[in-house]
């Protein structure tokens, strides 16, 4: 079966960077799209990032764009968002989906992430 | 971006009865392209309807979604204890995808 699992949260200062993984099982990344989408405490969702199934098209929330990358390593069947320049803003529980095209099917648990002094 | 407003904010209901959640876009949602989603604490949220009205693989039939442009609705016809949780949906026809605020289904 199709199961996510986040992992990398944790608590950062601003202006520091962080990597978070998602480790895939039950299907190929390089068959799905893959995305990001984050929930600050008490807020509802926001979506994130976007990597097309063949890895070639990517796309950004405003509120991260330049700052944000979303990547895959196919081989280990992982996808990863790595953040930099981080804000009290980006604290929020922050979750891989599956894509089905632009819709997303399967979601991890979340993986918390904190910035802050 | 398409603004999805949910409604109501929490909805009070005992097991069995009948639920009516609702979602409305700020601008019509084109092909249908509309899910909605369970969300039970601590859990990976779970794709319920796609297609503003299509049953996920595993979704029991108590669940329906209906609606077109902006205005959709979800049905639990009967619910049952394992119904209680957090609703939400979601546009995927435009980017960014946006999604609703959320509507609590409590006892």
């Known amino acids: 079966q199709v199961v996510l699992v986040e992992s990398g949260g944790g608590v950062v200062q601003p202006g520091r960077s962080l990597t978070l993984s998602c480790a895939a099982s039950?299907?190929?990344?390089?068959?799905?799209?893959m995305h990001w989408v984050r929930q600050a405490p008490g807020k509802g969702l926001e979506w994130v990032a976007l990597?097309?199934?063949?890895?070639?098209?990517?796309h950004y929330a405003d509120s991260v764009k330049g700052r944000f990358v979303i990547s895959r390593d196919t081989s280990d069947n992982t996808l990863f968002l790595q953040m930099s320049a981080l804000r009290t803003e980006d604290t929020a529980l922050y979750f891989c989906?599956?894509?089905?095209?632009?819709?997303?099917?399967?979601w991890g648990q979340g993986a918390l992430v904190t910035v802050s002094s | 971006e398409i603004v999805l407003t949910q409604s109501p904010g929490t909805l009070s209901l005992s097991p069995g009865e009948r639920a009516t959640l609702s979602c409305r876009a700020s601008?019509?949602?084109?092909?249908?392209?509309f899910a909605w989603y369970q969300q039970k604490p601590g859990q990976a949220p779970r794709l319920l309807i796609y297609?503003?009205?299509t049953r996920a693989t595993g979704i029991a039939d108590r669940f329906g979604g209906s609606g077109s442009g902006t205005d959709f609705t979800l049905t639990i016809s009967r619910l049952e204890p394992e119904d209680f949780a957090v609703y939400f949906c979601?546009?995927?026809?435009?980017?960014?995808?946006?999604f609703g605020g959320g509507t609590k289904v409590e006892i």
């Open positions: 989906a599956r894509g089905r095209q632009w819709l997303l099917d399967y």
């Open positions: 039950g299907f190929t990344l390089s068959r799905n799209a």
């Open positions: 990597i097309s199934s063949d890895g070639s098209i990517k």
């Open positions: 601008q019509s949602v084109s092909n249908n392209y």
């Open positions: 297609d503003a009205s």
């Open positions: 979601l546009q995927y026809a435009n980017s960014p995808l946006t």
